[in-house]
């Protein structure tokens, strides 16, 4: 059983634990809260017994081999770098980091402390039906372009809209928040694993008052095709996220939370894809990481990770050229 951390006490938080107690391969042990107060009270109904409102203390005191860290995407550098100082085993939540150096920093550190792991949680591409939608995209003959929709209303887009400060988190570029950093990254993400790093990008943004984009329409230009991103938090979408053979398509219910992969053939007739499915979308990506941070040394899991970080990699390099095509810019950058 792997003795787990946590940073950040949240929503997703709450469904990374559902999801760890489904796995059995967790247990809460340590919280990390701006107060203690708010660490007990998230922590002890999960059975956490280690409570900490400074984050130097979580680390020197706590007793976990891994940390879940879900905190706004501005300091996920900081406590990153804090997590590999003292050689743990660290699950983040994407987006990992705000720009390519920080990237950069977090690997090279990686490398003088050979005994932590850093995985990025993005969990649609670990589900069993992503994995048999890339078997059958294997099996099309040719890829003629795709298109990928995340867009979800917010409701903290509320206070925005009330003009209420201090706006939330995600919709400030001093926590490196909006549409392209919060559900952009699950479009990026499938197109990257699926297809690989893009030749060129450009980012086409709506932004909103309190200084971030809200939705937006991406372009993912490769070789012979490209693939179209729409993702925001500012509106609802409905649309499925589709990608085009020649007379075949594969069709995704949704391409960061699905359930369903129907695959139409030249005859348009529709095939669905079937694999083991678990209501929270969490639960694979916990296996996969528990298999890794169970067997670190493992052939098999070496490569896996290797796999997964030069992914994390890319994606972290095309968020960044798509914000630098549309002239967008955090308070982190500055840092570069």
């Known amino acids: 059983m792997l003795k787990l951390g946590i940073i950040g006490t949240n929503i997703i938080t709450d469904q990374m634990l559902d999801a760890a107690k489904t796995s059995g391969r967790y247990q809460l042990t340590a919280v990390y809260s701006r107060t203690t107060k708010r660490a007990k009270e998230f922590g002890k109904p999960y ?16 007793d976990f081999d891994v940390v879940y860290i879900a ?29 390519p150096e920080e990237f950069s920093r977090i690997e090279s550190l990686l490398q003088a402390h050979p005994k932590a792991r850093l995985v990025e949680a993005a969990r649609h591409i670990h589900t069993g039906l992503f994995h048999e939608s890339e078997n059958q995209l294997a099996k099309m003959e040719t890829v003629e372009g795709a298109n990928f929709t995340v867009m979800k209303y917010s409701s903290r887009y509320d206070k925005v809209l009330a003009g209420e400060k201090p706006y939330p988190n995600i919709f400030t570029p001093e926590f490196a928040g909006g549409a392209l950093m919060d559900l952009g990254v699950y479009a990026v993400y499938a197109s990257v694993t699926l297809f690989g790093a893009p030749n060129s990008v450009v980012y086409f943004p709506t932004m909103v008052k309190s200084g971030v984009d809200g939705l937006g329409t991406a372009l993912l230009t490769y070789d012979k095709f490209s693939v179209t991103l729409n993702f925001g ?6 649309l499925v996220s589709e990608i085009y053979g020649l007379k075949d398509t594969l069709v995704y219910d949704s391409i960061f939370d699905t359930t369903k992969v129907t695959y139409f053939d030249a005859n348009k007739e529709a095939h669905d894809l079937s694999a083991k499915y678990y209501e929270n979308s969490m639960v694979d990506e916990l296996n996969d990481f528990a298999n890794l941070f169970e067997n670190p040394n493992d052939e098999v899991q070496a490569a896996l990770y290797k796999k997964w970080f030069e992914l994390a990699r890319t994606v972290n390099m095309v968020m960044f050229n798509l914000r630098e095509s549309a002239d967008l810019t955090f308070p982190a950058d500055n840092n570069r």
């Open 71 to 99: 905190s706004p995407n501005s300091v996920h550098y900081l406590q990153v770098r804090l997590a590999i100082e003292n050689d743990k085993f660290v699950i983040l939540e994407k987006p990992a980091f705000v720009n």
């Open 233 to 238: 938090k500012t509106a609802n979408s409905h």
């Open 47 to 62: 059975g956490a017994t280690q409570f900490f409102d400074d984050l130097e203390s979580f680390f020197d005191e706590g």
